[in-house]
């Protein structure tokens, strides 16, 4: 069956630093990979996405991610943290053209 | 604009009360899902359309109907609420005219509190 781990349920930075937050996955055939974001209060915004060619892919925000097949991975990165970065992001595999199936999210803290 | 939204917003009701969320698009969309939301286990597919015609079950349908009165309409009732159905839920949709890993696009959510 499908699975989405994300290893770290909170995370600290501070304020221009850099970001990594871990994805990994469990699926059988090539995955379509994404990197969602939730504000308090608010739905998810699609942050990327990656379903085949170059393996770092370019979101808003700044944002990146970077698929990594030999070890089942997805991780997003940030070079440099801002204040409104603060919020709850979510990787999910997606099944095709059918069903996502939705880590159990990453609460990012940033520091002033 | 083209959009996803959710009615309502926020929710109390007691146990053992029918409970109907409900979930409009303007995107045009075909295809249109539930989740809940429980911190710490991120979001569970509770039930997809992928038309009218078509409702399939999620992870965690049980407890759950959904109705699918028009491509733009998604509801979703709880027929006797319980307390463990406490959460955040959203409505999203999807456009497979879109091709390849076509995302999902996710209302506001309505926070249901079940006393």
């Known amino acids: 069956a499908q699975s989405v781990t994300q290893p770290d349920i909170h995370i600290t930075v501070s304020e221009g630093a850099s970001l990594e937050l871990r994805c990994n996955y469990s699926y059988g055939a090539t995955p379509y990979l994404f990197w969602y974001v939730q504000s308090p209060g608010q739905g998810l915004q699609l942050l990327l996405k990656?379903?085949?060619?170059?393996?770092l892919v370019q979101g808003i925000k700044g944002f990146e991610a970077e698929f990594k097949r030999s070890q089942s991975s997805f991780n997003l990165r940030k070079p440099s943290v801002h204040w409104s970065d603060a919020a709850e992001y979510f990787c999910a595999v997606g099944e095709g053209f059918n069903k996502f199936y939705f880590g159990s999210g990453t609460k990012l803290n940033v520091k002033p | 604009d083209a959009d996803v939204t959710q009615t309502p917003r926020n929710r109390i009701t007691k146990t053992g009360k029918r409970i109907m969320l409900e979930c409009s698009q303007t995107k045009g969309h075909d295809r249109m899902y539930w989740y809940r939301q429980d911190p710490g286990l991120g979001l569970r597919l509770i039930y997809y359309?992928?038309?009218?015609?078509?409702?399939n079950k999620g992870e965690i349908s049980d407890g759950y109907s959904v109705s699918r009165q028009a491509q733009a309409k998604f509801s979703l009732s709880l027929e006797s609420a319980i307390p463990n159905q406490t959460a955040l839920y959203f409505c999203?949709?999807?456009?497979?005219?879109?091709?390849?890993?076509?995302?999902?696009?996710f209302g506001p959510g309505t926070r249901l509190t079940v006393l």
């Open positions: 359309s992928f038309d009218v015609k078509d409702i």
């Open positions: 990656y379903f085949s060619g170059d393996t």
């Open positions: 999203a949709t999807s456009d497979l005219r879109a091709g390849g890993a076509n995302e999902q696009f």
